[in-house]
């Protein structure tokens, strides 16, 4: 079997609040079949084929798996293993269930907070304690796979297989699904006729395609640029500095500075810059120069403006210091680099 040597991961799951649960805005994902589902008419779409590139190496497993076996499979992240560098590196349609029979399921205010109940309180709290794939039965009398996708003993994602007709699942049974769908809220010969769109399998061939999933996935976290991924590890473990890295973001135009941060999460300086340059692999300064560096770059391709107002802009008092910031960082001065890449354009 083929493991790739890297790659790109994380995503961030957005939480909201509902009936005093954990809400995951954008719930639910999948690979499904396109088609009408009955009387409501709700519509499983495909994903469009794309390029394969080392940044979607992960996707291409999780597609593959789809196209050899019929079955859906979507991730929910623990240490944004499907994000880099602020930015999803895999297809929304994996970001949870987006079936029809689920996008039904949870079309109800009641019957989303039950699925988040069942799938990211329950199945996923199960699989950090299990450490192995495992069948869960959700609210909804779906039967899947759920894999926990580990590395180095820590538990990283969980990866859901199934989103299938599975022979004695609870919703193969008419009369429990109706009164399942009743005591939702949600039309229930919709959501029978959205349970027959699904394709077939078994219990068995669920559980080896997690069983193969799981030694995938775990051999592609394994083989990871490990110093940048325990980096996105050290920050989801330090609150203090994932706060101060996303102002730095926000704020990069700004006089911006380690001191006034520090007091912001309540640090002193001195630990603070510790800290981040610890779980960053490089100093607040060097991670706030890159930020306003890379938009600089943008305004020079993109804009007229005249390298002094750029400076300004991305949050530099002094142009000359400006420029020997940029050539530190790009081995070009800023007109220069204006020159060579709108050239090319």
């Known amino acids: 079997m083929f ?3 890297t790659i790109q991961r994380y995503y961030i799951l957005n939480l909201s609040v509902c009936q005093n649960k954990s809400v995951a805005s954008g719930y639910a994902a999948g690979i499904h079949i396109t088609g009408n589902t009955g009387a409501m008419g709700y519509t499983a779409v495909m994903p469009k084929k794309r390029s394969t590139t080392a940044g979607n190496l992960f996707q291409e497993l999780l597609e593959t798996i789809t196209a050899l076996t019929g079955v859906s499979t979507v991730i929910y992240d623990r240490a944004r293993f499907t994000v880099r560098a602020g930015r999803r590196q895999i297809d929304w349609t994996f970001d949870g269930h987006r079936s029809a029979f689920c996008t039904l ?26 450490g192995e794939p495992y069948l869960h039965t959700c609210h909804a009398g779906l039967i899947e796979a759920v894999v926990p996708v580990m590395y180095r003993g820590e538990h990283i994602a969980t990866v859901f297989c ?7 699942a609870p919703a193969s049974q008419k009369r ?13 010969s919709a959501l029978y006729a959205a349970y027959h769109s699904l394709n077939m399998t078994d219990t068995d061939k669920l559980l080896r395609i997690g069983k193969l999933l799981s030694l995938a996935l775990t051999q592609l976290a394994e083989t990871e640029d490990r110093a940048a991924f325990n980096r996105t590890l050290a920050l989801t473990r330090n609150p203090a500095v994932r706060e101060i890295a996303a102002y730095a973001d926000a704020h990069f135009r700004e006089q911006v500075s380690i001191g006034r941060l520090a007091k912001r999460v309540r640090h002193s300086t001195a630990y603070l810059s510790r800290l981040f340059h610890r779980s960053m692999g490089k100093t607040f300064s060097d991670y706030l120069a890159e930020r306003r560096i890379g938009w600089a770059k943008h305004l020079l391709v993109t804009t007229g403006l005249s390298v002094a107002d750029i400076a300004e802009n991305v949050g530099y008092l002094r142009q000359s210091y400006f420029a020997r910031k940029f050539k530190a960082l790009t081995g070009l001065t800023p007109l220069e680099y204006r020159r060579k890449y709108r050239r090319t354009k």
């Open 3 to 5: 493991f790739p040597n």
């Open 176 to 188: 429990w699904l109706y009164r399942r769908a009743k005591a939702f809220g949600i039309d229930p």
């Open 162 to 168: 199934g989103q299938s007709q599975v022979n004695g």
């Open 105 to 130: 399921a949870r079309s109800t205010p009641a019957g989303r907070c039950a699925c988040i109940a069942s799938d990211v309180d329950e199945a996923v709290a199960d699989a950090l304690t299990r």
